[in-house]
């Protein structure tokens, strides 16, 4: 890709499957994943990098969907909401999410959950507060964020204590 | 240019050379026309909004040899395309450089930090930003190289005013090199943000000797009070041989009026922001002196 | 969570009225599966971007549009007359607000822009990114105007009239006066007064405006959809202005990702997209972007209150005068005005207390700023931080513990139904359980020893506490009396299906306050089946019952209690059919586990799914002269009162950093009574969002406008909204005064957090600063304005 140009054919994996796609250069990775592939579960609040609802992983960190070109993915492993909800990863979150009423609209929930298997899968110990701080990089209009950071921590204190399993 | 809906970046061509030579060709060919896409934190977000409309983007991403972190001799390299993650992980710069470990949580948030990078945020010089902070207080060499060659400035003659460095047009920023830890020296590192995470309201990073109950070479640097990271060398003066006492804050505390004149913001006046540095480099080298931190 | 006065209702109504269940459809919202109005892509859509008036008030005195309209992927770019002559203008009035004035309000900006984001052109193109770049080629020319840009000078002489018509820029003025309010002031004890200032807000859903219109000219048929609250409003907005049939308009709302009051009111650039629909034949999308929903979302707020209490030396609340200012944008907001913050400031001051002494006044002017009206809890913030912090100077005036101040001041429990010196009436509140409650939940005691052991350590904590009313479940006061088709009734549609399933179709929404959730365990309860076996149908012209949707706190109250009618008339017509099927009395027989029982012993005579299948496929069974009715609808209005009055308080404690002025929340508790609880999990966390709304607008959230009118922090990088780092664990607890207009006996509870939450920020400042003798009232209170308070800048 030494040489400029408006138009690129990517080829990465997205929810485990194989992607090849012509897109253009000024195209952001969670437009792509809207527009071309039809994976609406990444939302977009903001498109300046702040409100956190396009956070998608990408080679296994989290990223904001809207601050990434897709060109940028080319090659790379990226999932989204609907990719970790269908494998299972996250089915022990989502559960406390659901229990604990963790999510109103739902606009904000899939990065969310996002932003929180990551902080599970890095820091399953975290507290309480550090639990706060971490979920701070994420909107969330309707609830008080109290049932989130419930749900979170709770799920924190399994995988702390067993070691394996999802999240 | 009107104003209205404006989310999508407007058209631009992308290219990714996989080397500095590859790159400085691309450079001499669109010249102002093309911008650098490093993490693309700040840039991508500009693009969104159309407040930057470049012909083409040139992502170094693919240049290999400036990422990473480097410990030889006395000093460490950390590579300009280092991401902030890798910072904030970093073992050896929790060893080696614990004032740029401290000041890591601070900088935005985690899906943020995965992808900025080091030399993104010195390049891109936002005067409430860490990591410029960082560089200055703890007098990092900045290496920057085009067609020409290399060359290296300090860290405090590198930031010129707001997003204003002495990054030239034809030039990309390589790496910093940091003097590692030496025996006594210690740092703080605090910030006084709205919400966790944002922009600093004000900042400041303190690096120095703390030996016998005794400050010495002190270099203090505030963030988020003017155009550029200002070092407060009266306020280093002020604190050459003092202990910790009510008298010495008092003191450091008319050193940093000298030193400050601060910029107001939305939310913040010039004053409310001297008052809040004064407060902060009080709680500072307190911290420092009482070894709660390192 | 007790729910201890609720439990006789909570007995009739069966085992779900009550219970905590998670909410069936947050499932799929958890797995990425929502359905947001831009989620849906329909054959050839053209995408439409706005170019907006970059000035608060400037005459365009030229468009041109010919690059644009040559640009690559446009299909049309229209102006404000050809938008006019499709769409007639609206104007935000209503008859029951006496006095309150507007002027013809279009789509687009005719021959003045009058608030800096108003849309003037519109570009439709092929996709998004494209109609961008052509709206870049647009060129404007203006002439600048003087802007109206503060509320304090809006009236004076020298300021421009925004509509000349009009004859000035006072929108709406209304006053009160009980008398002796003089007399009380001059023989008071004493007086205590201070001039609350609150910040322009905006609502700032996470999901922006977004509308998808597709017009099908074949049959002059609009379909719509819409992040909206109120499906069944924008129906009739749309038929009446584009003069088409309603029948022939639908407006569907797919999931809604956040309200708030936002979508509830009428935007030019949404009827823009309808027009361009209209014009096209084709599906049209707008979806706003952050930036442009910052300068015209509807902002809301922006008071201004001067405000004093007489006291009498044993601590009564003797009089209570208040003078309220607040400036609208250029236009009142249509269909339901921009001055019912007026009228809730104005009849909510003075909240639960039994004072009968006031003097209030409020004014509404017209301002070259962003559109302005109803954002959840209308007017109540503003109301109760002025009660409330008037309150706390009272206590400390006659040197008075707050909590003991406001026990002795609530209305008498005897006293209800309380009428108002300003009219409406309270039913029934429960101020006193609520305040004994709180006290006990926050430990308030050991709070106070808290407090004052750290002070000596130079640790400024302090604690507030804020009682506050919300009105709920309005009457056809609030709209439909004043000539807005806003139902406030609600309807529900019950079928038993063929297989013994039940679709229930509502005309409340599902906004993510859980409608859909609570629909279900009233209806489960309501027929006696289980939940599993009941599918929800909401939020669509074409197959719902007519009905108001939702605002105002009204879903639960309103569309619950026709859920509840329409459930039990439902259940009686299967009970009459099984009856005659097997020859008995329908009064001894029950609904249970989806299949009908005799009551008294317990034995299964048909499954639902036998019934339906009768009633369906084999009407030979059935006797010639019947006919099973197996489909139901029920319509519920509130009629006895305006709105029904919720009522709680709020305790919150908090540390200021004196030096710094920062605050830090260390914790919030409230006490809510919204009557009959269906389900507390969503009660609870309904609560706490309204909390953190609250919070928001106490130490961060502010509009924040330069003299010319310009919005200076228009991007969530500079509009600082709540993050979770800085907020506190909140914990919730219940009172249960069901109403009496309703069986179910459930009221709102959408705007109790945010209507109480600022005051009790606000008085937790204060108290921390009590020691230095100075307090805030300006909000947002921001380390600056704490620091200036305390002299330190």
Redesign the interface.
């Known amino acids: 890709?030494?040489?400029?140009?408006?138009v690129?054919d990517i080829r990465l994996t997205v929810n485990n499957i194989e992607v090849v796609q012509r897109v253009?250069?000024?195209?952001?990775l969670a437009?792509f994943l809207?527009e071309e592939l039809?994976?609406?579960?990444?939302?977009?609040?903001?498109?300046?990098?702040?409100?956190?609802?396009c956070?998608v992983r990408v080679n296994g960190?989290?990223?904001?969907g809207?601050?990434?070109?897709a060109?940028?993915a080319d090659g790379a492993i990226v999932e989204?909401?609907?990719g970790i909800?269908e494998n299972g990863e996250i089915s022990a979150l989502?559960k406390e999410?659901?229990?604990?009423?963790?999510?109103?609209?739902?606009?904000?929930?899939?990065g969310m959950?996002l932003?929180a298997a990551?902080?599970i899968a890095r820091n399953p110990g975290a507290n309480r507060e550090e639990i706060?701080?971490?979920?701070?990089?994420?909107?969330?209009?309707?609830?008080?964020?109290?049932?989130?950071?419930d749900a979170v921590e709770v799920v924190c204190r399994g995988k702390a204590g067993v070691q394996q399993g999802g999240i | 240019m009107p104003f209205g809906g404006v989310v999508k970046a407007s058209a631009f061509s992308y290219a990714k050379p996989s080397s500095l030579s590859e790159l400085f060709d691309l450079m001499e060919m669109y010249g102002d026309r093309a911008k650098l896409l490093a993490g693309g934190q700040s840039l991508i977000a500009a693009l969104n909004m159309r407040l930057a409309s470049p012909t083409v983007l040139l992502d170094i991403n693919g240049i290999t040899e400036l990422s990473g972190i480097e410990v030889k001799g006395d000093v460490v390299r950390i590579g300009a395309l280092t991401r902030h993650r890798s910072l904030e992980q970093s073992a050896e710069i929790k060893k080696h450089l614990p004032l740029v470990h401290k000041a890591m949580p601070f900088v935005a948030h985690a899906a943020i930090r995965t992808r900025g990078t080091f030399g993104g945020s010195v390049a891109f010089a936002d005067a409430a930003a860490e990591l410029p902070a960082c560089c200055v207080v703890l007098d990092a060499n900045i290496e920057l190289a085009s067609r020409k060659g290399r060359r290296i400035v300090s860290a405090r003659n590198f930031f010129k005013g707001l997003y204003e460095t002495d990054l030239q047009p034809d030039e990309v920023l390589i790496s910093a090199e940091f003097p590692k830890l030496r025996v006594g020296y210690r740092s703080a590192f605090l910030e006084l943000a709205r919400r966790h995470g944002d922009y600093a309201v004000v900042g400041v990073a303190v690096h120095g000797k703390f030996q016998d109950d005794m400050f010495s070479d002190i270099s203090m640097v505030f963030f988020g009070v003017a155009d550029r990271p200002v070092h407060a060398v009266n306020a280093g003066r002020a604190l050459e041989s003092a202990r910790l006492s009510p008298s010495t804050i008092n003191t450091l505390r008319s050193a940093v009026s000298l030193d400050l004149e601060t910029y107001g913001d939305i939310y913040h006046t010039a004053e409310t922001k001297l008052h809040l540095a004064k407060v902060l480099a009080g709680r500072a080298v307190s911290i420092m002196a009482l070894g709660r931190e390192t | 969570m007790t729910t201890d006065t609720a439990s006789s209702h909570v007995k009739t109504h069966g085992r779900y009225i009550g219970a905590g269940l998670p909410r069936p459809d947050a499932w799929r919202l958890l797995h990425g599966r929502g359905r947001y109005t831009d989620d849906i892509k329909l054959a050839r859509t053209a995408h439409v971007v706005f170019v907006r008036s970059p000035y608060a008030h400037a005459g365009i005195s030229a468009i041109n549009v010919t690059k644009a309209a040559s640009s690559a992927g446009v299909i049309r770019v229209v102006t404000g007359k050809e938008v006019a002559a499709l769409c007639q203008p609206w104007v935000g009035v209503l008859t029951h607000l006496k006095g309150l004035k507007s002027a013809a309000q279009y789509p687009l900006a005719m021959e003045r822009a009058r608030w800096q984001g108003e849309p003037v052109v519109a570009v439709a193109a092929e996709s998004r990114a494209q109609a961008e770049d052509a709206a870049q080629l647009i060129d404007i020319d203006w002439e600048p105007l003087t802007a109206v840009t503060s509320p304090d000078t809006a009236l004076d002489s020298r300021s421009p009239v925004i509509h000349p018509d009009l004859g000035d820029n006072l929108a709406y003025q209304r006053e009160v006066d009980t008398g002796g309010v003089d007399e009380v002031f001059a023989g008071a004890h004493k007086v205590v007064e201070a001039t609350f200032r609150t910040s322009r807000h905006t609502p700032v859903t996470l999901e922006p405006r977004s509308i998808l219109a597709d017009y099908n000219p074949a049959e002059r048929q609009l379909t719509v959809y819409q992040s909206t609250q109120v499906p069944y409003m924008m129906q009739w907005i749309l038929a009446k202005h584009f003069g088409l049939k309603e029948i022939n308009v639908r407006v569907i709302a797919p999931d809604v990702g956040g309200g708030f009051g936002t979508k509830i009111h009428i935007y030019g650039d949404e009827m823009t997209a309808v027009a361009l629909s209209m014009m096209l034949g084709r599906p049209v999308k707008f979806v706003s972007d952050r930036l442009e929903s910052f300068v015209t979302d509807f902002h809301a707020r922006g008071h201004l209150v001067k405000a004093r209490m007489a006291v009498s030396v044993t601590g009564d609340i003797v009089g209570i005068e208040m003078d309220d200012l607040y400036g609208i944008g250029p236009y009142s907001g249509y269909p339901r005005g921009s001055a019912n913050e007026a009228k809730q400031v104005l009849n909510l001051v003075g909240g639960p207390y039994k004072n009968r002494v006031y003097r209030g006044r409020t004014r509404v002017v017209f301002e070259n700023k962003n559109m302005y009206g109803q954002y959840r809890a209308v007017g109540h913030p503003v109301a109760c931080a002025v009660t409330e912090g008037l309150v706390d100077l009272a206590a400390s005036a006659i040197g008075m513990d707050p909590a003991e101040f406001r026990y002795r001041n609530y209305i008498n429990a005897e006293a209800y139904p309380y009428t108002l010196v300003t009219g409406p009436v309270f039913e029934k509140l429960s101020q006193h359980q609520a305040h004994e409650k709180l006290l006990d939940l926050m430990n308030y005691s050991a709070l106070r020893l808290e407090q004052e052991e750290l002070r000596r350590q130079g640790i400024y904590r302090g604690i507030g506490l804020a009682a506050f009313v919300e009105m709920s479940n309005p009457s056809s006061a609030t709209y439909g009396q004043g000539g807005a088709s806003i139902a406030s009734q609600d309807g529900c549609t019950m079928k038993l299906t063929a297989t013994g399933g039940i679709t229930c179709a509502v005309s409340i929404n599902e906004i993510g306050q859980g409608a859909t959730a609570v629909v279900l365990q009233i209806a489960a309860s309501a027929v006696g089946v289980s939940t599993e076996n009941i599918k929800i149908v909401i939020g669509d012209t074409d197959v719902t019952p007519y009905g108001g949707g939702n605002w105002g706190s009204r879903g639960t109250g309103i569309g619950g209690e026709a859920v509840l009618q329409a459930g039990k008339a439902l259940r009686q017509n299967i009970l009459t059919f099984v009856a005659l099927l097997t020859e008995t009395e329908a009064s001894v027989l029950s609904i249970r586990d989806n299949s009908v029982i005799e009551t008294l012993t317990g034995k299964e005579l048909m499954t639902l799914e036998e019934v339906a299948r009768t009633a369906y496929f084999r009407s030979d069974k059935v006797p010639r002269d019947f006919s099973p009715e197996l489909v139901v609808t029920r319509h519920f209005a509130q009629k006895t009162y305006d709105g029904i009055c919720t009522n709680g308080i709020q305790g919150c404690y908090l540390e200021v950093d004196i030096e710094t002025g920062f605050v830090r929340l260390l914790k919030h508790w409230v006490i809510d009574d919204c009557g009959t609880i269906i389900n507390p999990l969503l009660v609870d966390e309904q609560i706490r969002g309204g909390v953190v709304q609250g919070i928001g607008g106490a130490l961060f959230e502010e509009c924040i406008y330069s003299s010319e009118g310009q919005l200076m922090n228009g991007s969530l990088i500079d509009y600082l909204v709540p993050m979770a780092c800085e907020m506190p664990d909140i914990e919730v607890g219940h009172v249960s005064t069901p109403t009496a207009t309703s069986e179910l006996g459930a009221k709102g509870a959408g705007e109790a957090g945010t209507a109480g939450a600022p005051a009790a920020v606000m008085n937790a400042i204060n108290d921390a600063l009590k020691p230095f003798g100075v307090c805030v009232t300006e909000q947002p209170f921001t380390p600056e304005r704490i620091l200036r308070a305390l002299g330190k800048v």
Not at chain 1, 1 to 6: K, L
Not at chain 1, 66 to 69: A, D, K, N, S
Request: aromatic share 8%; net charge negative.
């Open positions: 890709m030494n040489n400029a140009s408006e690129f253009l250069a000024r195209m952001h437009d809207r039809g994976l609406m579960g990444t939302h977009l609040g903001c498109e300046h990098g702040v409100c956190g609802a956070t960190e989290i990223v904001r809207c601050l990434m070109l060109i940028q989204t909401i609907e909800s989502q999410f659901h229990q604990r009423n963790a999510l109103q609209c739902g606009f904000c929930t899939p959950l932003a990551d902080l706060r701080e971490y979920m701070s990089g994420n909107f969330c209009r309707c609830t008080g964020y109290q049932s989130i950071i």
